[in-house]
């Protein structure tokens, strides 16, 4: 039996159903249709095909047909080349999209190590005390383990005011800056997560947990 896909079975069901397929395109579109819907759907549309065939006269057929005017013509061409080329840019920024995510999706991993977790259900071990900023009541601790690409941070805070987003920033001894974590307000105002730092925990200079631009918790030196 010959091996068609499914596309050229697709493809062949109009052939199929005038009769003029080989034999063996036949048999397998046979053995193919029980199996799939969409073509046995798409079969029935043609079943009507048969009978408007036997409607054009073979004198019909052989006139020749009119011309298409010039301006129709190139009206037509254009709109096709415009429909391709609106496809092809379609398609390049789709796989410029999918490399992006790729590599973003490939660094977070990097820099994580482990997939992000739910701030109130992570547990994570005791660390070195967070120091509370001056009228916050927010308590906490932070753990820092050394990793080949930075620094893993494991956070477990109480406390935390609602309203607004947290962040965790790291500053290096350098001065650089960057976000080791991120997360929403609790209900309860707990939160126990891990973050990560692309510097080295021998580099870090300080922790600083923040609500928008308010820091409430600080681990200052924690090399």
């Known amino acids: 039996m010959v091996d068609l896909t499914h596309e050229e079975l697709r493809l062949s069901l109009g052939s199929y159903v005038l009769g003029s397929l080989s034999p063996a395109d036949r048999a397998a579109t046979d053995a193919h249709l029980p199996g799939c819907r969409a073509c046995r759907d798409e079969l029935a549309s043609y079943a009507a095909l048969p009978a408007m065939m036997s409607r054009v006269h073979l004198d019909q057929v052989r006139q020749p047909a009119p011309p298409v005017p010039s301006a129709v013509l190139n009206r037509a061409l254009s709109t096709v080349a415009t429909e391709q080329q609106r496809k092809v840019i379609q398609l390049r920024r789709w796989r410029t999209a999918t490399v992006l995510i790729a590599a973003a999706c490939l660094l977070v ?31 906490g601790s932070a753990s820092l383990e050394p990793k080949p690409w930075g620094t893993a941070i494991t956070l477990q805070l109480d406390g935390l005011p609602q309203g607004g987003g947290f962040t965790a920033w790291v500053t290096a ?37 923040m609500q928008g631009q308010t820091t409430l918790l600080t681990l200052t030196g924690p090399r």
């Open 109 to 139: 991993a990097l820099l994580l190590g482990r997939p992000a977790l739910d701030p109130q259900k992570q547990s994570a071990p005791d660390g070195v005390p967070l120091v509370a900023a001056a009228g916050v009541s927010a308590s």
């Open 173 to 209: 001894v350098n001065g650089s800056r960057s976000i080791a974590a991120s997360w929403s307000p609790t209900p309860n105002g707990h939160a126990s997560l891990s973050g990560a730092a692309a510097i080295p925990t021998t580099e870090l200079a300080s922790l600083h947990i």
